[in-house]
């Protein structure tokens, strides 16, 4: 089975320009998370899904940043107006929430570089 | 308010040397599930092991060892005989019900096996 795929692997981008992340999570999974790795504040919550509805978005860090999950197999992160501070490795990743566990799986990242 | 907490920032050990890295959690939920993934240089995050609250059994895969104590709120990894290959960076999380599971990371401990 295919893991989580994320778009795009890596994307340099220069300040104020619009940044959109993609990410189609597991089959059958019907929780979706983004997270932002740095080197200052590790791995952060920035927004979770549950049956493409958002729970919780106090991770988000401020109003350029917006997610939508359209539909189970499809959500979108996007930064606009980007800027130098959000460069960072952003995760997706799923999970089966239900049954015997919640085990998240991780995507490979977008690799995100503001200049 | 949920917290997970990796004390140890850098561990470096020579290889077949055994090494622990702890993990303490914070939650007043009597149920949640603790978690440690794996980073490598790669950059991926890699699922190792889930435990839920209700299961203190400590689980054994091979060199790795998982030593989960509800009574001092840890779930502390061990490797034995640690490899060059073990090097990479391990986080321990916590996952509780929060209107879907919502799972939080710790900072981090960076694991360098020496040849």
């Given at each position: 089975d295919a893991g989580v795929i994320q778009s795009p692997r890596h994307e340099v981008t220069e300040m104020g320009q619009e940044v959109t992340l993609r990410c189609k999570p597991i089959s059958g999974h019907n929780s979706l998370f983004?997270?932002?790795?740095?080197?200052?504040?590790?791995?952060?919550?920035?927004i979770y899904f549950n049956n493409n509805v958002p729970i919780d978005d106090s991770g988000m860090p401020e109003d350029r940043f917006s997610a939508k999950m359209p539909n189970a197999s499809f959500s979108t992160l996007k930064i606009q107006p980007s800027e130098p501070r959000d460069s960072a490795v952003y995760f997706c990743a799923s999970s089966w929430l239900g049954g015997s566990g919640n085990t998240i799986y991780f995507g490979e990242g977008s690799w995100l570089t503001v200049v | 308010?949920?917290?997970?907490?990796?004390?140890?920032?850098?561990?470096?050990?020579?290889?077949?040397?055994?090494?622990?890295?702890?993990?303490?959690?914070?939650?007043?939920?009597?149920?949640?599930?603790?978690?440690?993934?794996?980073?490598p240089p790669s950059g991926?995050?890699?699922?190792?092991?889930?435990?839920?609250?209700?299961?203190?059994?400590?689980?054994?895969?091979?060199?790795?060892?998982?030593?989960?104590?509800?009574?001092?709120?840890?779930?502390?990894?061990?490797?034995?005989?640690?490899?060059v290959v073990d090097s990479a960076v391990y986080f321990c999380a916590l996952s509780v019900n929060t209107g879907g599971f919502k799972t939080i990371f710790g900072a981090g401990t960076r694991l360098f096996v020496k040849a």
């Amino acid at each position: 089975d295919a893991g989580v795929i994320q778009s795009p692997r890596h994307e340099v981008t220069e300040m104020g320009q619009e940044v959109t992340l993609r990410c189609k999570p597991i089959s059958g999974h019907n929780s979706l998370f983004w997270y932002r790795q740095t080197m200052m504040r590790g791995l952060e919550l920035l927004i979770y899904f549950n049956n493409n509805v958002p729970i919780d978005d106090s991770g988000m860090p401020e109003d350029r940043f917006s997610a939508k999950m359209p539909n189970a197999s499809f959500s979108t992160l996007k930064i606009q107006p980007s800027e130098p501070r959000d460069s960072a490795v952003y995760f997706c990743a799923s999970s089966w929430l239900g049954g015997s566990g919640n085990t998240i799986y991780f995507g490979e990242g977008s690799w995100l570089t503001v200049v | 308010a949920q917290k997970v907490t990796q004390a140890q920032t850098e561990i470096s050990v020579v290889e077949k040397e055994d090494v622990t890295l702890d993990c303490v959690y914070e939650t007043r939920d009597t149920t949640y599930y603790l978690f440690w993934y794996k980073q490598p240089p790669s950059g991926e995050l890699v699922f190792l092991i889930r435990r839920n609250s209700f299961d203190e059994q400590n689980e054994i895969s091979g060199r790795y060892s998982w030593n989960f104590q509800k009574s001092t709120s840890s779930f502390n990894f061990t490797i034995t005989a640690s490899q060059v290959v073990d090097s990479a960076v391990y986080f321990c999380a916590l996952s509780v019900n929060t209107g879907g599971f919502k799972t939080i990371f710790g900072a981090g401990t960076r694991l360098f096996v020496k040849a």
